[in-house]
């Protein structure tokens, strides 16, 4: 831990929410919004009482602090953002001699709806008691205007929380905690308090960043900072044009900013470390980055012996004669692997690293414990080793501030070897064991601390530094008899492969894979994992390996003896994404791994006979995506390749982004249609369908003849296939219900039946066979089991063909009155054709109901074209059409004549019945069947009406 500055005040959870811009706390380093403060001026002090018991003071405001008006009251009906506003934030420092700090804060935040009232009343203060003193000013509470005075019925307690203590940390930090009872919607609660003193490690220097701007509307912000005239101030706005107004009384200067009617800022998701999101001011007392050099040179300046243990190690490695990189690389993993991390940042602990010797024997140290025994170590072996002060939070941003001690989290090692400079940061664990192998973290921006810097340096990632991830997946589906079975294998490489590597070492690899798996369940949710993952680590090399396997029963759609299978690249398609906001005012952040490529190989059952297209490219300035797709034999290739060229869009970019991506996540799959079976082995069933079809409806071809053809194939195919897969394959289940489906639709009702009966227990599309079985049923005129059938079918979903179907049963039942109601639920259900059919027997029902068919439909005439097939029979049957209109109708498409004649004749058969015509209709019902449409239902149901003429 390299720990800049403590917090200054916390506001709940609204103080801890800062990173989604919610934020009431003020952070000497981080993002955060407006400390609390006080409500009307106290007296003036003229003495501090002494600490209580409890930690902490109570007394007037001090008489240095500037006064500023500001609303006691908010507009509520007109509050916009995060359920709160923030009246004023008023923070004013003090400095006199060197070290003798004092700082002011007073805030005034009233809540505008009633989510945000636990955490307006509820202040948190925190302070580091090794170098400080908290002093409570006031606790007040605004209401309708008038003031309250609260700071007698808070409840004030004194807490050692230790925040970060899961992350190995110790900082000393204790929180006053302030809650206030009896808070309401419009209430403006006053907090002020000052901390006096400054951690001794920064030698008397002052340097912090102010925010201006929160994730609130704020009506008053100023920032004040009184010091000797002596002491040179820099002042630079962050994200704003802050020039501060400046007074001079003696021997004193004022820097003073003031901002009234402050809009709010809204934090976006994947902002950059290096964009400050709210606006603020930075003032230093740093003239250039040397200053701040030479005062972290005295905080590395130890010539505090090593001990025997620690120099007998060095004797062993200067005694082993190996290369320069190579015997640096291992004192690097010494450091890292043996030294374990643990930060007791308390007091000048907080930058200032122990002696090297006793970090070694203790094997515990943070950040500059671990960069200052490492340099101790290369030094001593002769290498120009020296720590180098880094932002994690800022990274590259850190050229956007003045020089100051206060801009830095981290510290790491500049290691240069003849003309070759490497970053090393000993707080990593199982990295590679060669510095050319190493990942390379973006640091950004470092100080390195030595006599001659003047200026940051780039942390430039060596030429060796890998960040690459492969994705290497195979789809093995030549077995019919079992499920496809997936061979996934990651291979990364440099950064990435030690990301992999602390992951599997934290988690484990089964956790790996579960989560690898999850990735492929939205998409295949049955996949599961056939044998345990196998990992290759070769840290040499920095090269990591994860090879696993699974099996996905019911991969793809069968149709006619093609498997059709989606082939995603998950990998890629996950990593090419851009922000949900519509719009941004602020980058997005791009941090995919540098290089990431993904094969996708898929092993069919039989040779591709098609040639893969040409290979496609996306070139946007952020990233690039090559596509190709590779055939030989029996195995399909896809090959995409994705570099990240930039590590963030900006605003203006974002349009253009987001169309190249979608162009690239379009390339980035594809679809396959695998042939199951020999189609030179098929001839002869091939031609025997061509022989029987030519006999029954002749050699023109039509709709009729193709739909006839098209289910004969079906059938063919599938009694071919399930020989081949056998009873167990995950096939049958979907080839049994694609037989099932086409029998029915060949009036082979039986053969449907039994289908159905083997396939229900495999498959997952129960609905679908419950309805084949309804309609082979109904067919067979077993309308009680009909209907029993379409209810099951109706369960999953409950959809419009189920409703008709149902309706279809019913009706022939004679239960007219139920089959109204489901027609009707279809009708209301559905569009298009399968509306126009529900209309149909809507109105059929009806009519038999009590002769009300023509108000039955007459709600949906209007969304019915009457010169469109089927329509042409609902405006018949409503008496819109006369019946040579209808029969004109279905004769104009030629394609499509037999078929719609089907249907015509049989409706005009349903007409004659509903007339008393039973003669007339018995001859439309003969002349629907003579047409032979067997893939209608009004074909089986004009032979049903027939039977049921001569059981009359």
């Known amino acids: ?315 062993a490695w200067r005694g082993r004669g190996l290369p320069r990189e190579r015997l640096a690389a291992e004192v690097l993993q010494a450091v890292q692997d043996e030294v374990r991390y643990f930060s007791a940042s308390l007091g000048e602990s907080s930058h200032r690293p122990k002696p090297a010797a006793r970090t070694y024997a203790e094997r515990l140290g943070d950040c500059k414990d671990k960069v200052a025994l490492l340099d101790a170590v290369l030094q001593r072996l002769g290498f120009d080793a020296r720590p180098a002060l880094v932002s994690v939070q ?31 940061d000993p707080t990593l664990q199982l990295q590679g064991r060669r510095l050319d192998s190493r990942g390379q973290a973006d640091y950004g921006m470092a100080l390195v601390v030595a006599p001659q810097t003047q200026a940051l340096a780039r942390v430039e990632a060596p030429a060796s530094a890998s960040d690459a991830t492969e994705f290497d997946q195979t789809w093995n589906l030549a077995d019919l008899t079992r499920a496809a079975q997936l061979t996934s294998i990651v291979r990364l490489h440099g950064k990435a492969a030690e990301a992999w590597r602390n992951a599997v070492a934290a988690g484990g690899t089964e956790r790996i894979a579960e989560n690898l798996a999850g990735t492929w369940a939205r998409v295949m949710p049955g996949i599961r994992q056939t044998a345990p993952p196998q990992v290759r680590d070769d840290r040499e090399a920095n090269r990591f390996e994860l090879e696993l396997h699974y099996e996905v029963p019911g991969l793809g759609s069968y149709e006619r003896g093609m498997l059709t299978v989606e082939v995603p690249a998950l990998e890629i398609i996950d990593a090419m994404v851009g922000p949900r906001e519509a719009r941004r005012d602020m980058p997005w952040l791009v941090d995919q791994p540098r290089r990431l490529t993904q094969r996708v190989r898929v092993i069919a059952p039989l040779r591709f006979q098609s040639r893969p297209p040409a290979p496609q490219d996306v070139n946007d300035k952020h990233f690039a995506l090559t596509s190709r797709m590779e055939v030989s034999g029996n195995q399909f290739t896809l090959l995409l390749g994705y570099t990240r060229k930039l590590d963030a869009v900006l605003p203006g970019d974002l349009a253009s982004y987001r169309e190249h991506l979608q162009a690239a996540r379009r390339i980035s799959g594809t679809t396959l249609r695998l042939p199951l079976l020999d189609a030179d082995r098929l001839r002869g069933v091939f031609d025997d369908i061509e022989r029987r079809v030519q006999r029954r409806y002749g050699s023109d071809a039509d709709a009729l003849r193709e739909l006839v053809v098209q289910q004969e194939l079906e059938v063919a195919l599938a009694t071919e296939l399930l020989k081949v897969s056998g009873e167990h394959s995950p096939l049958t289940g979907p080839v049994l219900a694609r037989r099932a489906q086409a029998n029915n639709m060949l009036n082979h009702f039986d053969a449907t039946l039994a289908d159905v009966e083997r396939a229900l227990p495999l498959s997952t599309r129960s609905s679908e066979l419950w309805s084949a079985r309804g309609l082979a049923l109904l067919s067979l005129g077993r309308a009680d089991e009909a209907a029993a059938a379409m209810r099951s079918a109706m369960e999953p979903g409950g959809d419009a063909l189920a409703a008709k179907g149902l309706g279809n049963a019913q009706y022939y039942q004679g239960r007219y009155a139920d089959a109204e109601a489901s027609f009707r639920d279809a009708a209301q259900a559905s569009s298009g054709e399968d509306r126009d059919f529900a209309l149909i027997w809507l109105f059929l029902a009806a009519q038999h109901n009590g002769g009300k068919g023509r108000d039955a439909v007459a709600p949906f005439l209007d969304q019915s074209d009457a010169q469109r097939w089927p329509a042409a029979v609902v405006h018949y049957l409503a008496g819109r059409l006369s019946r040579d209109d209808l029969l004109r109708s279905a004769r104009k498409d030629k394609q499509m004549e037999r078929l719609n004649l089907s249907e015509a004749w049989f409706y005009l058969g349903q007409q004659l019945l509903l007339s008393g015509d039973a003669e007339g209709a018995r001859r439309m019902f003969q002349r629907t069947v003579e047409i032979g449409a067997l893939p209608y239902r009004e074909h089986a149901f004009a032979q049903l009406e027939l039977r049921r003429a001569t059981a009359r």
């Open 394 to 424: 800022r990274k590259r941003g850190l050229a956007d501030y003045l020089p100051g001690h206060d801009q830095f989290d981290h510290v790491i090692t500049r290691l240069q070897i003849d003309d070759k400079v490497y970053w090393l």
């Open 1 to 315: 831990m390299f720990d800049p500055a403590a917090p200054i005040h916390r506001f709940g959870r609204i103080g801890r929410a800062l990173a989604a811009g919610a934020a009431i706390a003020l952070s000497a380093l981080a993002q955060g919004a407006p400390p609390a403060g006080k409500a009307a001026r106290a007296v003036e002090a003229t003495a501090t009482a002494p600490p209580s018991a409890s930690g902490y003071r109570i007394a007037p405001t001090p008489s240095w602090v500037l006064d500023i008006d500001a609303p006691k009251r908010a507009d509520i009906a007109a509050g916009k953002g995060p359920g709160y506003r923030v009246l004023l934030s008023d923070v004013q420092t003090r400095l006199d001699a060197p070290g003798e700090q004092q700082q002011y804060v007073r805030s005034r935040l009233v809540a505008t709806e009633s989510a945000a009232l636990p955490e307006v009343s509820k202040a948190e203060l925190p302070f580091n008691p090794a170098y400080q003193t908290l002093t409570l000013h006031e606790v007040a509470l605004w209401r309708d205007g008038v003031r309250h005075d609260r700071l007698a019925s808070a409840r004030i307690e004194l807490l050692r929380r230790e925040e970060r203590l899961e992350q190995s940390t110790l900082t000393g930090l204790q929180t006053l905690l302030v809650v206030l009872s009896d808070v309401r919607i419009g209430d403006a609660v006053d907090i002020a308090y000052t901390l006096r003193g400054a951690n001794p490690i920064f030698g008397g220097r002052f340097a912090e960043n102010f925010q201006l701007t929160f994730g609130a509307p704020a009506d008053v912000v100023q920032v004040r900072v009184d010091h000797p005239a002596a002491r040179a101030l820099r002042v630079k706005g962050i994200r704003n044009e802050a020039v501060p107004e400046v007074s001079r009384d003696g021997d004193r200067e004022s820097l003073r900013i003031v901002r009234r009617n402050v809009p709010m800022v809204r934090a976006e998701e994947r902002v950059p470390p290096w964009f400050k999101v709210w606006p603020s001011v930075h003032i230093s007392e740093y003239a250039d980055w040397g200053e701040v050099a030479h005062w972290a040179e005295g905080l590395f300046d130890d010539a505090s012996p090593l001990g025997p243990e620690l120099e007998a190690r060095i004797d």
